[in-house]
């Protein structure tokens, strides 16, 4: 049980990636398929926040009584990271505006449907 | 003062001349400009890698923080050969790319086409030349989003989806690479790649860093278009416009199997990956992607498709030389790198100057054209032969040492796969061929003219460096040998 309850982050993170990368593959729909990306990688950002975690460490801020700090390194790392998924994210969506535009449909069947009867 | 900062200039002067070149007036300001800066970064690399060629090994601290802690650039002969293979190519496809550029992209769009593809080149080069697995990522991202947005740009509807497709898988490549790298470090504490080489042999029994492992060579795999993890490739190659066809289809792959190299060789290590199943897999996945690809090549009707899935078969050739593990093999794969980055680009300018010329990439619209385009055509069958592994061509050479080093395993199946891949080669070659020599062209139109010097100049200049590098191999081999000695001399 303490296992389990010890180690409810990386549960989560599982859960999260599985779910994402899931949704990524099986969905027809451009949109839903670019959500699924955020879910992954959201969860990969929650993976990283967790490894820093120290036990008993506080707020990696140096003050006075306080010995013990978590590891601030792996939260700058995931900063760039999110940074690079926002840049997805929007580069993806412009993508489907103009897939949208050039198609009339973000369904994936659809568009496929229409490069074949060319 | 230029020499002590060499590898960062590398990187610095693309990145901070991509803004530069987005506020530029529409005209030929923005390629003027992105192509002073290739040649700029090309004269870099060949003056680093001149410097790094004896064995020599370049360590740049960013910001004056010393590694492990801070993120360091480390120049050997491994990545200064990948990053002249960068910067070489991109100085050479930027001639090309002003009349190919102004007829297939919107004038208005032409300053930020460039901004894209030096953002693309900075990117690539930073991959390259960093030694920190965090670094890394970021660069790998920031080239694969440029590339995504430059694929964008195709003229037709489908070069949209293409991009879209290339950004999904891009992005779960570059993802599961996050999330090794995410691991390794939660076991070691480190990011930088020589600390980890010789801080991960410790945590060698633990399933993290089995976990670890596969996550980077699934994430890199797909970023290379390793087979079965190809599918993104043939679509973003055929809708691009046609210099991000040369420039990508010549780089991008490189520096992914590049990668490859570094996180199997040096980060973890040779031995450590015949310990585990992923030497094997190199080995059928190799076999594989050479035989499936060719094939597919055979049955396509878009010149550009038939030279993409070619390109998916040459890396199975270098997947394979990886797979040897032995100095043989990686010589042979790295200098598989640098010829086929010259036999590709060499092939894309050709269709490039077709598609130039007809606005089609069709095989069928082609017929004929031969006999109008002599110096395209003869470009072509040039490259082809070198693509073929005809001796006397570049091609000729990295076949050679390939199959030196399959039999030097007394590996006789993949001896023969990459005997079967030039005969595959040969067949895909003489459709191109075929149709534009042997056909009689269509009466009704008009006679099509031979394509402008500014796109035949570079298409030459690449074919005469397949003729060039088929006979003399000092540079090629000689440095690949060195880089391979590298690689294999760390802590195994």
Known sequence: MDYILGHYNYWMVILLMMLGFYTVVSQGNLIKKIAGLNIFQTSVFLLYISIGNVKHGTTPIVAEGFTQYSNPLPHVLILTAIVVGVATTALGLALIIRIKEAYGSVEEDDIHNQDQSL | MIEQNLSLLLVAIPLLAAPIVATLPRGKLPWLFTLSVSWVCLGLAIWQLWLVTDGRIISYELGGWAPPWGIEYRIDAVNAFVALIVAGIAAVALPYAL????????????????????????????????????????????????????????????????????????????????????????????????????????????????????????????????????????????????????????????????????????????????????????????????????????????????????????????????????????????????????????????????????????????????????????????????????????????????????????????????????????????????????????????AVKEAPLSLLVPMWLLVVANLYFGFNTQLTVGIAQTAVNILRALPQ
């Open chain 2, 99 to 446: 009349r190919s550029v102004e007829q297939e992209i919107p004038l208005q769009q032409t300053p930020l086409f460039y901004t894209a593809f030096l953002l693309c080149l900075t990117g690539l080069l930073g991959i390259t030349l960093t030694g920190d697995v965090f670094n890394l990522f970021v660069f790998l991202e920031i080239s694969s989003l440029s590339s995504y947005a430059l694929i964008s740009m195709g003229r037709q509807r489908r070069a949209l989806t293409a991009a879209y497709q290339y950004l999904i898988m891009g992005t779960i490549g570059a993802t599961f690479l996050l999330i090794g790298i995410g691991l390794i470090y939660a076991e070691t504490g480190s990011l930088n790649m020589m600390d980890l080489s010789v801080r991960l042999p410790a945590t060698f029994e633990h399933r993290t860093i089995h976990t670890a492992f596969a996550f980077i060579v699934v994430g890199v795999g797909l970023k290379l278009a390793m087979f079965p993890l190809h599918v993104w490739l043939p679509n973003a190659y055929t809708y691009a416009p046609s210099v991000i066809s040369v420039f990508l289809s010549a780089t991008a792959t490189k520096v992914a199997v590049y990668v490859m190299l570094r996180m199997v060789f040096t980060v973890f290590s040779g031995s450590f990956t015949q310990d585990t199943p992923t030497g094997n897999m190199f080995m059928v996945l190799g076999i594989g992607g050479v035989l499936v690809a060719s094939v597919y090549a055979v049955y396509q009707r878009d010149a550009k498709r038939l030279l993409a899935y070619s390109s998916v078969a040459q890396v199975g050739y270098m997947v394979l030389g990886i797979a040897f593990g032995t100095a043989l093999g990686l010589t042979a794969t790295l200098v598989h790198m640098f010829n086929h980055a010259l036999m590709k680009g060499a092939l894309f300018m050709a269709i490039g100057a077709l598609v130039y010329r007809l606005g089609s990439s069709q095989i069928d619209a082609f017929n004929g054209l031969g006999r109008q385009m002599p110096w395209t055509f003869a470009a072509l069958f040039i490259a082809g032969l070198s693509l073929i592994g005809v001796p006397g061509t570049a091609g000729f050479i990295s076949k050679w040492y390939l199959v030196l080093a399959a039999l030097e395993k007394s590996n006789w199946i993949a001896a023969i796969v990459i005997l079967a891949g030039s005969l595959f080669a040969v067949i895909y070659m003489w459709k191109l061929v075929e149709a534009l020599f042997f056909r009689s062209a269509p009466q009704s139109d008009a």
